[in-house]
C-alpha cells in the first residue's frame, strides 16, 4: 500500500508548481503568523484557515503528481478536509477580523458554518459522492465535478459561502471607512479576497454547473493572494 501511495511522477511538474508555489508561500505566511502577530481570536482564526489552505494545496500538488489513479484516489482521501473547510474557516476568520466577534463565537453559528463541510467530506467514504478520475495533461488525475442535487448543493454551499465572506469584507470596508489605518487594513483583504472568489465563483462553480465545462481546479492556489493580503493587513 505504501509503494502505490508513493508511485509519483513528475510528468505533471508544471502542474504541480501551480499549487507547491503557494504552498511554500502559505508555510512562510504560517511562521510568520505564529511568530509575529499577536495571540489573539483574529491570528488564530487565520492560523486555521492557513493550515487549511495548506492541505488543500497539498492535496492538489500530489494529486498533480500522482502516476496512477490509484495513488491519486489514496492522496485525495488522505488530504480532502482543506479542499471543503478552506472557504468556511476563510469566512470565520473575516467575522472575526470585521469585529463581528459574537457571531464568530457562537456555538450554533460554529455548527452552522463547519457541519455541512464535514459532512460533504465523509460522503465520499460513505459512497454518496463517487469519484470518477480522469487524466488531463499538466494537471493530473482530476475528477469530474459530483452530479446530483447533493454535488450541486456543494459547489453552492461553497460558492455562497465564498460570497457571504466577501459581503462581510465589503462590509467592514464601509464600516470603518472614517479610520485611514482600519480602512487600508480593509480595503487590502477585500482586494486579496478578489482573486480567489471570482476563480472560485468562474472556474469551480460557474463554468461546470452554468456552461457545462471542466472546472478549473486552481482555486486553491489562488488563495495565497487572501494570505499575503491577511500579513498586510495585520
Do not use: K
Not at 500500500?1 to 504552498?23: H, R, Y
Not at 482573486?195 to 472556474?203: E, H, N, R
Request: glycine share 8%.
Amino acid at each position: 500500500m505504501l509503494d502505490t501511495l508513493l508511485n509519483l511522477s513528475g510528468a505533471n511538474w508544471i502542474g504541480a508548481s501551480f499549487a507547491a508555489v503557494p504552498a511554500l508561500i502559505n508555510v512562510l505566511v504560517l511562521v510568520y503568523a505564529v511568530r509575529v502577530l499577536p495571540r489573539d481570536a483574529v491570528t488564530r482564526s487565520f492560523v486555521v484557515f492557513v493550515l487549511m489552505c495548506l492541505d488543500w494545496q497539498l492535496f492538489d500538488v500530489m494529486t498533480r503528481l500522482s502516476a496512477t489513479a490509484e495513488t491519486a484516489t489514496m492522496w485525495r482521501a488522505l488530504l480532502r478536509w482543506g479542499q471543503q473547510l478552506t472557504t468556511a474557516t476563510a469566512l470565520h476568520f473575516a467575522l472575526y477580523f470585521a469585529g463581528q466577534r459574537r457571531i464568530a463565537d457562537s456555538y450554533l453559528f460554529r455548527v452552522a458554518l463547519y457541519a455541512p463541510a464535514v459532512f460533504l467530506i465523509m460522503a465520499y467514504p460513505a459512497g454518496i459522492f463517487v469519484e470518477q478520475l480522469y487524466w488531463r495533461p499538466q494537471w493530473g488525475w482530476t475528477s469530474l465535478p459530483p452530479g446530483g442535487p447533493m454535488g450541486s448543493f456543494m459547489l453552492l454551499w461553497n460558492g455562497g459561502l465564498g460570497v457571504v465572506m466577501y459581503g462581510v469584507l465589503g462590509w467592514n470596508v464601509v464600516r470603518v471607512w472614517n479610520n485611514a489605518r482600519e480602512r487600508a487594513a480593509g480595503l487590502t483583504l477585500f482586494a486579496g479576497m478578489t482573486v480567489p472568489v471570482a476563480t472560485g465563483l468562474v472556474g469551480e462553480t460557474l463554468l461546470p454547473t452554468v456552461i457545462g465545462v471542466q472546472q478549473v481546479s486552481v482555486l486553491s492556489s489562488a488563495l495565497v493572494f487572501f494570505s499575503l493580503a491577511v500579513v498586510l493587513a495585520l
